[in-house]
């Protein structure tokens, strides 16, 4: 079906009366059209209420985040859909969308505030076709940075590596189609595409009824790489599925080659990590849990500490010199940069004693300065090359603290540099984190 005119009526329809969207626009009616039916889901990362504008009338107000509005019913006709911040009159988000008769859709919001997404999924599969002790199953995955994504659906006790992937390789942004599942109650697993190992999202239990339609949407947590669930029923509710897991990893840079231990929420995330060295990423249950610490074996810290479900953190361990040992927790950003193709990110994360703020310089140029001991720099997106000169410094130094040539800077990539303690001079280390 092409586009209308701009200028061609549309309108409304509530209760079998129709009332029209715009009146300046003119145009003559047509009863043949028929009516299409809209609703609006949030699953935006940042937006905690939002509008949605058909035809620049606002019809969708104050949508909160990871929540469903009411359905209305629309003459079918091709729309410009525009999606502002609530309270803004500033359009976020503008496209046309074409909104079928006798077919109801739920327009699904996702993204980041600066690149939203809207994707109008039709909801009027027929029932008829579907054996009685079955339901239907579709996948989407509303991400940018998860990368392609295996889902399982399955028994509670099924060892992943057993398993067969209900739906593999589902790609940012995919819409996979429909398949038949035996209806019940069902563990839900997600992993990176062909790696077992790489859990993203596990929900215990996923309610599929018999004979109904459900669409599992899987969206971005704020760490970038492990994802949240939301199961949708054909016209019917929304469960939204937060993911209970954060990812952590330990750095070891405490003065005097320091042997670290962490544990969080009683979990051992580190037995004996010698600095300076940089952990691999563990999953650790979320919110309130408790953070201790051992250098040497010997309790030095014990607090605290909550984490975002689905986030992406780092336990930086430093100090030990002039001061007792410390710990940074410190938010990792592990979304891919905006252009894949050509650029990365990269960031320094300052853990050697004594040293003063440390800046950081690829091929002599700065991209971050004065990073105070302790903390992360925010990052930088720069292009990517195949050999590029590392150097970090300080105003208290009078040569370098770290240089590193030849370093490869992959397009996509996200990338730390580490300056840690633990030796008698400072310690770098050029980590790509994805």
């Not at 699953?43 to 969708?60: A, I, M, N």
């Not at 070891?252 to 929420?265: I, L």
């Not at 014990?302 to 030990?320: I, K």
């Amino acid at each position: 079906m092409n586009a209308p005119d701009p200028s061609a009526r549309r309108r409304l329809v509530l209760g079998g009366l129709a009332l029209p969207l715009l009146a300046a626009c003119g145009g003559g009616d047509d009863d043949d059209k028929g009516t299409t039916v809209l609703r609006t889901l949030n699953l935006t990362s940042d937006l905690p209420s939002l509008e949605l504008d058909v035809e620049d009338v606002r019809r969708f107000q104050g949508v909160a985040a990871d929540a469903i509005s009411a359905a209305q019913s629309f003459e079918a006709e091709t729309y410009t859909l525009k999606v502002r911040r609530s309270g803004s009159e500033t359009a976020l988000y503008s496209a046309d969308h074409q909104l079928s008769k006798d077919t109801a859709y739920t327009a699904v919001i996702w993204g980041r505030e600066s690149s939203l997404r809207l994707a109008t999924l039709p909801e009027s599969e027929s029932i008829d076709d579907v054996s009685s002790g079955n339901a239907r199953v579709r996948f989407y995955n509303a991400t940018v940075d998860s990368g392609a994504l295996d889902i399982y659906v399955g028994n509670a006790s099924t060892a992943l590596d057993e398993a067969t992937p209900t739906q593999g390789a589902l790609t940012p942004g995919g819409l996979s189609s429909w398949r038949d599942v035996t209806a019940g109650t069902w563990r839900l697993r997600v992993t990176g595409n062909a790696d077992t190992g790489d859990l993203r999202l596990d929900i215990p239990e996923v309610r599929l009824g018999d004979r109904t339609h459900v669409t599992v949407i899987l969206t971005a947590g704020p760490g970038g790489v492990l994802v949240h669930g939301v199961t949708l029923v054909q016209q019917g509710a929304l469960t939204v599925s937060k993911n209970s897991k954060a990812r952590v990893r330990v750095v070891a840079g405490v003065e005097g080659q320091g042997a670290v231990g962490v544990s969080f929420g009683g979990q051992t995330i580190a037995g004996s990590l010698r600095s300076p060295s940089v952990g691999p990423y563990a999953l650790v249950d979320t919110g309130q849990q408790s953070l201790a610490m051992r250098v040497g074996g010997a309790e030095v810290l014990r607090r605290t500490e909550s984490l975002l479900p689905g986030g992406d953190y780092t336990l930086l361990a430093y100090g030990g010199g002039a001061s007792a040992p410390r710990m940074a927790v410190i938010a990792d950003d592990n979304r891919l940069p905006s252009n894949t193709g050509t650029r990365c990110k990269i960031r320094l994360v300052h853990g050697a004693e004594a040293q003063g703020s440390a800046t950081l310089a690829l091929d002599y140029a700065v991209s971050a300065s004065d990073v105070p001991l302790g903390q992360a720099s925010v990052f930088s997106s720069v292009l990517a090359a195949n050999s590029v000169r590392v150097d970090v410094t300080s105003a208290n130094a009078s040569q370098e603290l770290y240089t590193a040539t030849e370093v490869k800077l992959t397009a996509g990539g996200v990338y730390t540099v580490f300056l840690l303690g633990g030796n008698s001079t400072p310690a770098g280390v050029v980590r790509r984190d994805r």
